[in-house]
């Protein structure tokens, strides 16, 4: 089976306390959440108050212990093992481009599961390389060509899908078609070649209609595209985890990141609501 799974947390950064995962199938439905807990009220408020007094009997909800960035695989993997007991096989898991998940299920359960990246993800990853090159000092490039750029990389990566080798030679060619440069170009993708080599042709997208002509401004877009350009079979296979982010959003809703529910089973509550509301509506709400 094929699902997408991505994991939230409560507070940005990686020392939240709390953090939950949604499991979700093609479909847009959600198969399983995961809620991990580095804390527990009562506990602490036992610790606190009654020094050396054996903390009370309650329903514990502190089930992690690592840092609030393993709790991404823990919950993955925990997720997983319930849906195999369950007799839901997980065979392909679309999400972002952490593969520790993958690599404990292989570790942990003899389990080889195929991992397809996200495709928004994979596109967001190399913009931001673009603005953080646009922050340094020495280097010009503005806002339009990266926009123009990122609008040229969602075009070649829906126009290659399966494709290994017309997602490279794209990819290849992306950086010298702005400078001007259409050797490397094919005409289906390239006004200049498709107009016969004509000297008309203008770029639409870029500053005064006119190709790019800063030669130190190519090498360092030369060098940023190289890992891609190498990894450039990855990409010809995405995936999808928008409807994760979707049921994240949702939980933001239930559970506002400046308000803290991670001390108690609340938390888990409003996880499984937006659960239920994604699944079923919110009819769910009359038949709990």
Same mark, same amino acid.
């Given at each position: ?15 939240? #306390? ?12 959600? #198969? ?42 823990? $919950? ?24 520790? #998940? ?71 060619? +992306? ?16 006004? =200049? ?27 360092? +877009? ?12 990855? =990409? ?6 928008? $409807?994760?982010? =979707? ?5 933001? +809703?239930? $559970?506002?990141?400046?308000?803290? =529910? ?10 499984? $609501? ?15």
């Amino acid at each position: 089976m094929t699902v997408c799974s991505d994991h939230g947390w409560q507070k940005r950064g990686f020392d939240s #306390l709390t953090g939950h995962t949604f499991m979700m199938s093609k479909e847009n439905k959600v #198969l399983k959440t995961v809620v991990k807990h580095r804390t527990c009220g009562t506990c602490k408020w036992w610790r606190r108050n009654r020094p050396g007094v054996p903390v009370r009997e309650h329903r514990c909800v502190w089930n992690h212990k690592g840092s609030a960035r393993a709790m991404e695989s823990e $919950a993955g993997l925990q997720a997983i093992k319930d849906m195999i007991q369950q007799g839901t096989p997980v065979g392909i898991i679309e999400g972002d481009g952490d593969n520790t #998940l993958v690599a404990r299920l292989e570790r942990s359960m003899g389990l080889t599961v195929k991992k397809k990246l996200d495709k928004n993800h994979c596109i967001k990853n190399i913009v931001k390389q673009l603005y953080d090159l646009r922050n340094k000092k020495e280097v010009s490039i503005s806002n339009q060509v990266i926009q123009h750029l990122h609008k040229c990389i969602k075009y070649i990566f829906s126009k290659n899908k399966g494709d290994v080798d017309g997602m490279r030679e794209n990819l290849q060619a +992306l950086i010298p078609h702005q400078f001007g440069d259409h050797s490397l170009c094919h005409a289906r993708f390239c006004g =200049y070649k498709r107009m016969g080599n004509s000297e008309k042709y203008s770029h639409r997208s870029l500053p005064y209609k006119a190709p790019l002509s800063d030669s130190f401004l190519r090498d360092k +877009l030369n060098v940023l595209f190289e890992p891609i350009i190498a990894k450039s079979a990855l =990409y010809t296979d995405l995936g999808s985890s928008q $409807a994760c982010e =979707y049921a994240n959003r949702a939980a933001m +809703l239930k $559970a506002p990141k400046h308000l803290h =529910y991670g001390e108690s089973e609340s938390l888990d509550f409003r996880i499984q $609501a937006t659960a239920a509301s994604i699944n079923v509506g919110r009819k769910y709400l009359s038949e709990v």
